[in-house]
C-alpha cells in the first residue's frame, strides 16, 4: 500500500469515529441493515480483543415477532421495581421494545473459559465488540445507539430472556436509519483523559 493509499485510509477511517454519534432509538426507523450487512457487522464484532480466546460475551438479537414478548417483559419489570406505576408508564416500558428496526442485547459471561479472566476484561472485550460494529454501522449509513436500565437487572427480566446465572446483560443495541439527529456534543479535549505517570 503507498503513502497515500494509508493516508486515505487513514482519513476515512478517521471520519467514520470523528461522525459516530448516539443516537436515540426513537429516533432510529426503517430500514435497518439488511441480513447480508448484520453479518458484516457481526464479523466487524468478532475482531474484538479477546484474552485467550474465551468469546465471553454474545449479542441476543430480538427479532420482530418477539417484541411484543420484550414489551411484556418491561412491563413486568417496572411493575415489580414499582407496584403504584400508572398505566401510562407501564405502556412507556412497553414501548422500549417497539423501537428501532435491529435491536439486540449485549450479554457477558463470568464463567465461560479460564475463570481467571477477570470479569472487567470480559466487559472490556464486550464494548470493542459493540464499538466496532457500530463504527462500521456509521460507515454503512446507519445510526446506533446503547441504552440500558433497572429492567436489564430485574429477576423476571433475566428469566424471560433465559440467562444463566453467570450471564450478565449490559445494554441494549439500537440499530436503523436516522430520522432526527441532535447537534453533535463536543467530544473531550486529549488533555482531559491522558495523563504522564510522574515520580
Known sequence: MSDVEKENQLLMVSQVMATR??????RLIEPGP????????????STAPDHDLINPWRFLVIPAHKREDLGELFVQ???ERDPSA?????EQARDKARRSPLL????????????E?????????????????????????????LTSGKALKAQSFR???????????ICFLNVGTVSSRKPFKPRPEVQQFVQVWRD
Not at 439488511?34 to 464484532?45: C, D, G, P, Q, T
Not at 464499538?131 to 445510526?143: I, R, S, V
Open 117 to 145: 479472566i477477570d470479569m472487567h476484561e470480559r466487559v472490556l472485550s464486550a464494548g470493542c465488540a459493540v464499538q466496532n460494529f457500530m463504527l462500521l454501522a456509521n460507515a454503512m449509513g446507519y445510526g446506533t445507539g
Open 104 to 115: 439486540m442485547v449485549l450479554i457477558v459471561d463470568a464463567a465461560k473459559g479460564d475463570p
Open 159 to 169: 428469566s424471560g430472556l433465559q440467562l444463566k446465572r453467570s450471564e450478565h446483560a
Open 77 to 79: 419489570a417496572l411493575s
Open 21 to 26: 454519534q448516539t443516537i436515540l432509538p426513537k
Open 86 to 90: 400508572t398505566d401510562e408508564q407501564l
Open 34 to 45: 439488511s441480513a447480508v450487512e448484520i453479518e458484516k457487522l457481526f464479523l466487524a464484532a
